[in-house]
């Protein structure tokens, strides 16, 4: 399946939404009025593209009505897309370097998706050709070691764990030991789901950050935000939250499919100031996607 193809099914509810609402509001008359404007602003708030984003999207709207005296469907919705598009700014693609050792560290609060995403991965980059190795410096858990063991198997990689409650640096510790020795090419590091005002949580991920430096100093390691859209504007604050506490890279948005708040990734690309590397679309092993700017908008979008 095509990229744009795997946003449109991916997005289908949220387009669902957007779409229907925009051919309500856009039906009751020709041209768009104030009144309308003014759902459309509605919409968009509930589609959670969030208050800041949406102001500007109108705005824009508004003045070029204004300067071009075109008020019609087309030329409103032509305005919307080219906005939302300029908000979520240039695809930024998760890229790997070749010739040294990649870590990947997969943070984020509870269940947002961190374990899928990694797996997910693996299979993408073992596809690829690239020799992958998983930490699973989840310990919170047994079944969290568990889980990672199971895409393990599924995607054929091995996975460097230890005991449920031991050290996850020392895990991590032991994995770049590993990497090392294989010569892989990436290692994805599965961390604990932490609230950002879990202090002890927090203090964990920066021990992990010292140890790669510390121990893999040449390593291109890229720190990934897993949020989960269905949590809407929640999401956007844990974006921020998290890019204030730690050194994010980018941010990987899953479970944009099968729920109509898909908007969200304009929100947070608005506000969180780290662009969007990475799509959730499923459940499935391959249900993994570079997040694609103009994919999205195409699908989120009626046609025009
Ligand atoms: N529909 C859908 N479900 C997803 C997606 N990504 C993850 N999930 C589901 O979300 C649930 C939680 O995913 P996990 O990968 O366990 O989340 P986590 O962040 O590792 O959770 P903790 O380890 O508990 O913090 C699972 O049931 C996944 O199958 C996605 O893109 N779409
Ligand atoms: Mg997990």
Redesign the pocket.
Known sequence: MGIFDAFREGLTKTRNFVADGFAKISARMGRFDEEMLEDLETLLVQADVGVGATISIMDAIRSEMKRTGDASREAVLHTLSVQMRAILGEKHPLELQSGKLNILLMV?V????????AGKLCYRFRAEGKKVILAAA?TFRAA?IE?LQVWGERTDTPVIAHTEGSDPAAVCFDAIRSAQAKKADLLIIDT??RLHNKQNLMDELSKIRRIIEREAPDAFCQTIL?IDATTGQNAVIQAEVFSQAVELTGVGI?????NAKGGVAVSIAYSAHCPILLA????GVS?LTDFDPDAFVASLLPEH
Request: negative net charge; proline residues 0%; aromatic residues 0%.
């Open positions: 984020g509870n269940g947002t998706g961190k374990t899928t995403t989840d969290a889980q604990a789901g897993i899953t479970k944009l499919d099968g959730g679309l499923g459940e249900d």
